[in-house]
């Protein structure tokens, strides 16, 4: 899980109970030949996030918490639920539900297709796709194993680069005490299962897996297996109506740098928020809007980018890990244990790391173009641009002092002024936005932020009417003043 993913979700309350579960100082030993490089995967140079190391944690302990998080707000998850089919209705949405009970069709405000690379909101929906299989697959196993030797293996990660592909071993096996992924060349598939656990891998093929990477171990106990074909891809839209792709649904990585599910939280969270704001809007004496609506129509908008910018991003990363041509065969197999001296010097650069970080968890990710991005006047100069996001300082409120992530952890929007700045009207710190003055901040200066973390408007003075365009744009309610 990367640091941008526990940003994002830590104003929902979560995050303290995912750290739990999760390796917060993971070690990664990258065998190269006969040579070992050990890194670490924590306390990297970044001064602007509270979580600064890649957590390693199982997408079930993940799915665990929220689903608790879920139930303790009221909400219950329904297991052994299919959909048979969803659809835009213009004053609605109407989902096809098989469940034990039977057939039921529902309806809703809205729908959002979380369902996987092989969406039946996205193919019934008609939202297009573009992309192409790998020659590549996956292969995933839990299993027990020993050295050579006979003697246990070295804890943490283990990352094996061969001329066949890439093997990698995680003490995060559910089944068995390791996780194995690995890659090799792909045995075919069919489009119905792209990125899903299909075929059983035998015991024999996964030893052989371990045993051409050079890594010495022997399977004990093999709990479970199996293949899974890649592609990548994108959407060709994120939004049609009231029907909405988020995750998997709207874009197809490969393994590399681990986007999958991080990639599909922020679209969640991203997505979250204008549904919230935009149901409650429908449910009072506002008319409703299926298209022409800013605050919906920026999903696609912020979203569809920052997943082809992912997408150009992992298939380069998956072509030097994976890939069977001539080129990155030899860079893995020949030429990487000869560039396993330099390997330390590199990783002992750690603003570099650090940049290579923030550009792969999304941390550098930007909504400057997005409708919601408004910058009032004068421009409030040194701080962060509409659409960007903001990152975590130092700070004082009211003569105590803290962290601005702290103060940005909590649901809603929040308005900052800077110490010397005008008090907004009333109107505009509606029910869902919080204000609150830096005193650490000297200038006149406010930055509105977005429930996940990004600067909506931004102005060096009082630009009271600037602002509440903006809290209408984006959905807010400008009744009800809450302050602090």
């Not at 804890?155 to 066949?164: D, K």
């Not at 999958?260 to 429908?282: F, I």
Request: hydrophobic residues 40%.
């Amino acid at each position: 899980m990367h640091p941008r993913t526990l940003e994002v979700l830590r104003p929902l309350g979560v995050t303290g109970a995912v750290l739990e579960r999760a390796d917060t100082a993971p070690t990664v030993l990258l065998r190269l030949g006969p040579r070992s490089v050990e890194t670490a995967l924590a306390d990297f140079d970044l001064p602007g996030t509270a979580f600064p190391h890649l957590s390693l944690v199982r997408q079930a302990d993940v799915e665990a918490v929220l689903t608790r998080a879920l139930g303790d707000r009221g909400v219950r998850v329904e297991r052994d639920t299919e959909l048979l089919g969803a659809r835009d209705e213009g004053d609605g949405a109407k989902a096809v539900l098989r469940t034990p009970g039977g057939v039921e069709e529902v309806r809703c405000r809205y729908l959002a297709g979380c369902d996987g690379p092989a969406s039946t909101v996205r193919s019934a929906a008609g939202f297009g796709w573009r992309g192409r299989p790998y020659r590549v697959e996956v292969v995933l196993a839990d299993l027990d194993l020993t050295s050579a030797s006979g003697r246990s293996l070295v804890s943490g990660a283990q990352v094996f680069p061969a001329r066949e592909g890439l093997v990698l071993l995680f003490p995060l096996g559910e089944q068995a005490a390791w996780r194995l992924l690995a890659t090799r060349r792909s045995a075919g598939g069919t489009a119905e299962d792209f990125g899903q656990p299909g075929d059983a891998v035998a015991r024999d093929e996964l030893q052989e897996l371990l045993t051409d990477a050079g890594t010495r171990t022997r399977i004990e106990n093999l709990a479970w297996s199996a293949r899974v074909p890649l592609r990548c891809g994108l959407a060709r839209r994120f939004r049609i109506g009231r029907l909405f792709l988020a995750g998997d649904a709207a874009h197809n990585y490969s393994p590399a740098t681990g986007q999958g599910m991080n990639a599909g939280v922020q679209d969640a969270v991203n997505l979250g928020w204008k549904l919230a704001l935009a149901s409650q809007r429908a449910g009072g004496d506002s008319p409703t809007r299926a298209d022409g609506d800013p605050l919906l129509d920026s999903y696609e908008q912020e979203r569809r980018p920052a997943a082809h910018h992912r997408l150009l991003l992992t298939h380069a990363a998956f072509w030097a890990e994976a890939s069977p041509g001539r080129i990155p065969s030899w860079l893995r197999g020949a030429a990487a244990p000869y560039a396993a001296p330099v390997v330390p010097a590199l990783l002992g650069r750690r603003r570099l790391v650090a940049e290579a970080v923030r550009v792969v968890s999304q941390l550098r990710v930007t909504y400057r173009r997005s409708p919601l991005s408004v910058q009032g006047t004068p421009v409030l100069r040194g701080a962060p641009r509409p659409g960007d996001r903001v990152p975590d300082a130092a700070v004082d409120v009211a003569g105590s002092p803290g962290r601005l992530h702290e103060l940005l952890a909590h649901p809603g929007a929040h308005l900052l002024l800077q110490r010397d700045a005008a008090a907004p009207p009333p109107a505009p710190t509606g029910s869902y936005v919080s204000v609150r003055r830096l005193a650490s901040s000297p200038g006149r200066g406010m930055v509105a932020v977005r429930p996940d973390g990004h600067v909506g408007f931004q102005c060096g003075g009082a630009d009271a009417a600037g602002l509440i365009r903006w809290l209408r744009l984006a959905g807010f309610d400008p009744s009800a003043p809450d302050r602090e």
